[in-house]
């Protein structure tokens, strides 16, 4: 009973301690809850990159196709006077979880020259899935976020950055991107890759 009646003497301040641990402690809870249950990805992911402008590059500019299951790149002379920003592919491997480049040759076109496909032979015996959504249900995003909090926003501070994330019911797996493409150039899903035989 001693101890008991303080406790409801400062119920009020008791409630003020105990209510935020009780909401982080719900938080933390549900962060991890679809760690437990949403299984991490099982395809890889190709993605396409817009690198930084390169003078020793063919003047071209290229779109990537999905076609039967193969990605092509569709290679059409640059318009005279501009500046095409060179296309990447880049390949996150589910299983390393690391990003990797896929190297490919494009033609030199000149100005005259009809549009060229290249099959990137990279991928050679492996099929793409050119869709959103992975067989498994994860999805590229674009997470942005905060970097200087609320002292940060109040007072001019706050500074923004974004990185990419694949995403399924609540969980989410980092893309870390290699060198200047991480922040500076445009990276988008081309499709998911899959075996050949399904």
């Known amino acids: 009973?001693?101890?008991?009646?303080?406790?409801?003497?400062?119920?009020?301040?008791?409630?003020?301690?105990?209510?935020?641990?009780?909401?982080?402690?719900?938080?933390?809870v549900a962060t991890a809850i679809p760690r437990w249950l949403v299984p991490p990805p099982a395809h890889d992911?190709?993605?396409?990159?817009?690198?930084?402008?390169?003078?020793?590059?063919?003047?071209?500019?290229?779109?990537f196709k999905v076609r039967d299951g193969q990605v092509e790149a569709i290679v059409r002379?640059?318009?005279?006077h501009s500046y095409p920003q060179p296309a990447e592919l880049f390949l996150f491997e589910h299983e390393t979880m690391n990003v990797r480049k896929i190297p490919f040759d494009l033609p030199d076109l000149k100005e005259s020259d009809d549009p060229t496909t290249v099959v990137i032979d990279a991928l050679a015996g492996r099929r793409v899935l050119p869709q959103t959504h992975a067989p498994d249900?994860?999805?590229?995003?674009?997470?942005?976020?905060?970097?200087?909090?609320?002292?940060?926003?109040?007072?001019?501070?706050?500074r923004y950055d974004s990185g990419l994330v694949l995403v399924n019911r609540g969980r989410t797996v980092p893309v870390s991107v290699p060198g200047p493409y991480a922040?500076?150039?445009?990276?988008?899903?081309?499709g998911w890759v899959v075996d050949a035989d399904r």
Do not use: C, K
């Open 77 to 80: 002379p640059a318009a005279p």
């Open 45 to 63: 992911l190709l993605l396409r990159a817009s690198g930084p402008w390169d003078q020793g590059r063919p003047r071209v500019t290229v779109e």
């Open 183 to 190: 922040y500076h150039y445009s990276m988008v899903a081309v």
């Open 137 to 158: 249900g994860y999805r590229l995003e674009t997470l942005r976020r905060g970097g200087s909090g609320i002292v940060g926003d109040l007072f001019g501070m706050a």
């Open 1 to 28: 009973m001693a101890l008991g009646r303080p406790l409801r003497d400062n119920a009020f301040l008791v409630a003020a301690v105990a209510l935020p641990l009780i909401v982080v402690a719900f938080f933390l």
